[in-house]
């Protein structure tokens, strides 16, 4: 077989990223946007020894696990990954991911997984999720100025207004963005020539309180006409943040390092709720959160909700304990712990969460949390040195992709908390950390996934420890 040969055949597993796998001749082929059971033509894009990729050309017989997918643009754009798959599927994907993973990369059995990993939460709505987005704008292949999201691993523009894991609103703010650039001319920064305007429309909205909050990242000072665009940007129910951010680099990182406000607060506010981990109802007790353009705040808020709950409850707390909470952010899981704990340290390597994070312990009224600003495990270390009490009855990470510094499961088993409450975006680093918590005297009580991530591949997985 070679490049550009078309094969027919049937997708019988879905790959981490999924790809669709079938057999074509003894050889096994990645074919994106098919999902399990479709039989398919394809054309080979990329041949190996033993393996290739393939495109999909046409669904010769639809998986009944196959649905419509609801955005126009499921296929072309990198977002969503598996937005054709009917939802309990999705998460049947992703229960399955979390325990091959712990088998294959944390060397754990099977069957003793069978007995520790809980069902894994799903959405009730898993469309219009998101409280965050970040549109690019630029010009669409005609020349329009288009805001949308780029196209597969490129960086050409197509136009979307109306991402379906996004919030309503979205489409509102940009359409006011885009005329409002058309009727004065205001360009849109272009990439390949490092010049124009505009380069992207951030915008976040709270679902508890209803506040949104936009910002237009320029390649400049400031907009032309500014109080139009306030004008009619302010219109909008709930609107409390209009901001311009300055980022002048040639970069992928969207944000630069100066954000205006040009109308209205800096920042707005948000609640999560806290929720009964028996049937993850919402219930009254919620924490209060001030989020500025740059903080980090998950992006799926109905489902944070879910996790911080599920994580308080392995947390086990009963008023008396000392607990860590390592990779803290702007606070989120240390002030959820805090009303059920004798004290709570956070600890965040980014200086401004950690002022979010102490802002937002005021804003809860919330005195028994010590919010430091270092790598977790550096400030670990440092403690070690005597310079702070080392001690724990419960220590929480939530760190990102590549999860825990060696360092700092290192210091972790010095310190030995009863339990060890572990939060993953990334079950990968999830698995080879947990080898090395339990090599070191751990062991795994209880794993449940949250579907924090409708439509793409990613899971969310909460994992609770006890001393052997
Ligand atoms: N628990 C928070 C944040 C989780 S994201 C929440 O749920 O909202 C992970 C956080 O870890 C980010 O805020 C990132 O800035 C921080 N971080 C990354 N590396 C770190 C390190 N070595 N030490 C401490 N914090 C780190």
Redesign the pocket.
Request: charged share 25%; glycine share 8%.
């Given at each position: 077989m070679q490049k550009n040969d078309l094969i027919e055949l049937i997708i019988e597993d879905i790959a981490d990223d999924g790809a669709g796998i079938g057999k074509y001749n003894g050889m096994i082929y990645f074919v994106k946007d098919t999902v399990v059971g479709d039989f398919v033509l394809a054309k080979i894009i990329k041949q190996k020894k033993t393996y290739g990729y393939a495109r999909l050309m046409e669904i010769k017989e639809a998986s009944p696990i196959r649905v419509e997918p609801r955005c126009l643009y499921a296929r072309s754009c990198g977002g969503c990954q598996i937005q054709e798959m009917e939802y309990q599927k999705q998460l049947e994907f992703k229960q399955n991911k979390i325990k091959n993973v712990l088998v294959r990369i944390g060397g754990f059995e099977e069957t003793f997984l069978e007995c520790v990993l809980e069902p894994i939460v799903g959405m009730e709505e898993p469309f219009a999720y998101r409280n965050k987005a970040q549109f690019p704008v630029g010009r669409n292949a005609a020349g329009e100025i288009v805001a949308g999201f780029y196209a597969g691993r490129t960086h050409n523009i197509i136009a979307n207004t109306d991402c379906a894991l996004g919030v309503p609103e979205n489409k509102i703010i940009l359409e006011t963005v885009l005329s409002y650039m058309k009727e004065f001319g205001v360009s849109a920064y272009d990439e390949k020539i490092k010049s124009g305007l505009v380069r992207h429309v951030l915008i976040r909205y709270g679902f508890d309180s209803k506040e949104i909050m936009v910002c237009v990242v320029i390649n400049g000072n400031r907009l032309p006409a500014e109080t139009v665009l306030i004008e009619r940007l302010r219109e909008m129910e709930g609107m409390k943040s209009i901001a311009v951010n300055v980022n002048r680099k040639n970069t992928n990182v969207i944000l630069g390092d100066c954000t205006r406000t040009i109308w209205g607060e800096d920042s707005i506010v948000d609640a999560l709720h806290l929720r009964n981990t028996e049937d993850f109802c919402r219930l009254e007790e919620k924490t209060v959160y001030r989020i500025s353009p740059r903080s980090?705040?998950?992006v799926n808020p109905l489902q944070?909700e879910k996790?911080?709950s599920l994580a308080l409850d392995y947390a086990g707390l009963t008023g008396k304990e000392i607990v860590w909470?390592?990779?803290?952010?702007?606070?989120?899981?240390?002030l959820f712990l805090a009303r059920r704990a004798k004290w709570v340290y956070g600890?965040?390597?980014?200086p401004e969460?950690i002022a979010d994070a102490k802002e937002n312990a005021k804003l809860n009224g919330i005195g028994n949390v010590t919010f430091l600003t270092?790598?977790?495990?550096?400030?670990l270390q440092k403690d070690e040195a005597g310079e702070m009490m080392l001690m724990a009855d419960v220590i929480v990470v939530?760190?990102?992709r590549?999860g825990c510094?060696k360092k700092?499961l290192e210091t972790m088993l010095r310190v030995q908390p009863e339990r060890i409450v572990y939060?993953s975006?990334d079950p990968a680093t999830l698995a080879r950390d947990l080898r090395v918590l339990c090599d070191g005297g751990y062991e795994v009580k209880k794993v449940r996934g949250v579907d924090q991530f409708g439509h793409t591949v990613h899971v969310e997985t909460c994992v609770l420890l006890g001393r052997k």
């Open positions: 980090f705040y998950q944070t996790l911080y909470d390592l990779y803290c952010g702007i606070g989120t899981i240390s600890v965040e390597v980014v969460a270092g790598k977790a495990e550096e400030v939530d760190p990102p590549k510094d700092c939060v975006c």
